[in-house]
């Protein structure tokens, strides 16, 4: 089979401020910087991509930088499997010429990209959560309220950076105030020991917590295993990178993995992770890692192309200050309005 290819491979950095830095157990986010990635074929037709790396997710920004000069090494020489061969190892950049390479190829067949990889019906919109930062009391009040009035049903909140006696009252105020009806996830980024996440656990088994994401540090599976069934799901998230889809099944230490497709290396791997653990009876939730346009509105096709997808956390664009180009994706009613357009669906985010 011929690996020729006519394609034109372009990139260039990008460096987007955030309007407010998302706190986590595990640091804060402050900027992202990384690159827009395009590729041209002999028609003119494009196709748009995104490595947006992130410390302790994925490559560096100099792994990524070097792979992408790689890659378009591989291009100028016509050989589109050097070129992903030359991206395999870094995740950020093989999301983003998976990604544009995706988006041509569904841009020429007039579809949108979510149907071009489920080959499956039309898809409307997709749930999403709001994502809450790990901000005092009466910040992450404020905010949870705000993202109720928006439409938002599902809330996600950052703890671990406090006491767990410090979270749960925080949890607490937020489901005091947004009520019954608001389904409230937290994330811990692998802050607890086993016994801090067992007090958490029976707290906000109380409080209607319906997923944990992440309570242990990443190496944890038999921890992780011990914590389910006791009211809250347990999500894993970094534990999904740092140990694959068989170890957790074979531990049993997760009822959901968050599938973060600029760490995992790809809309189609992720899209091949969330068919293999469904199988296994473990629910995929899609999370963008803050990502601009391309890459966000990517995580949204990738949602809308996994039958029963529930509520992904793909409300991120409102953490940047700046972005690469108009954003497709409409939010309302807590949903992602899902692009219909042929391909990904972003426009204007070369020539910005
Ligand atoms: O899941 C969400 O609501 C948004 C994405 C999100 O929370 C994250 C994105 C990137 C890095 C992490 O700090 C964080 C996460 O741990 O899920
Ligand atoms: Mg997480």
Redesign the pocket.
């Known amino acids: 089979m011929s690996h020729e290819t006519d394609l034109t491979f372009e990139y260039r950095p990008f460096s987007l401020a955030l309007d407010r830095p ?1 706190g ?1 157990a ?1 640091g804060s ?1 402050d900027t992202r910087d990384g690159f827009l990635v395009r590729v041209t074929d002999a028609d003119g037709t494009v196709g748009y991509g995104e490595a947006s790396p ?1 410390p302790g ?1 994925t490559e560096s920004y100099a792994d990524c930088e070097a792979a992408l000069d790689r890659a378009r090494e591989a291009f100028r020489t016509g050989d589109e499997r050097d070129a992903l061969e030359a991206v395999d190892r870094t995740s950020a950049a093989r999301h983003a010429v998976t990604l544009a390479l995706a988006d041509l190829e569904a841009t020429r067949e007039s579809t949108p990209l979510y149907r071009y990889l489920s080959k499956g019906p039309l898809v409307g919109r997709v749930p999403v ?1 709001a ?1 809450i930062g790990d901000g005092d009391p009466s910040e992450t009040v404020t905010r949870a309220r705000d993202a109720v009035d928006r439409g938002f049903d599902v809330c ?1 909140v950052k703890v671990g950076r406090r006491s767990v006696e410090e979270d749960v009252e925080r949890v607490r105020r937020v489901r005091e105030a947004v009520g019954s009806g608001v389904d409230l996830r937290v ?1 811990a ?1 692998e802050a607890w020991t086993v016994a801090e996440a067992e007090t958490a656990i029976a707290a906000f088994a109380d409080l209607g917590v319906s997923i944990l ?2 309570p242990l540090p990443a190496g944890a599976l038999e921890g992780h295993a011990a914590l389910r069934g006791d009211g809250v799901a347990i999500a894993l ?1 970094e534990g999904l990178l740092e140990h694959g889809v068989d170890a957790i099944c074979g531990a049993g230490a997760a009822d959901a993995v ?1 599938l ?1 497709p600029m760490a995992l290396g790809g809309i189609d791997v992720a899209r091949q992770v969330a068919a293999w653990v469904t199988e296994l009876e473990i629910t995929p939730v899609v ?4 990502d601009a346009v391309v890459a966000r509105t990517g995580a949204v096709h990738l949602a809308a192309a996994i039958p029963e997808v529930p509520a992904c ?1 793909l409300a ?1 664009a409102e953490f940047l200050a700046e972005d690469l180009g108009r954003d497709p994706v409409l939010l309302e009613n807590g949903s992602a309005v899902v692009p219909q357009a042929k391909g990904l669906g972003v426009e204007g985010v070369w020539e910005a």
């Open positions: 998302l986590t595990n986010i992130l997710w959560n994502t996600k994330d980024n994401e992440q998230d968050v973060k999370t963008t890692t803050i956390g991120t």
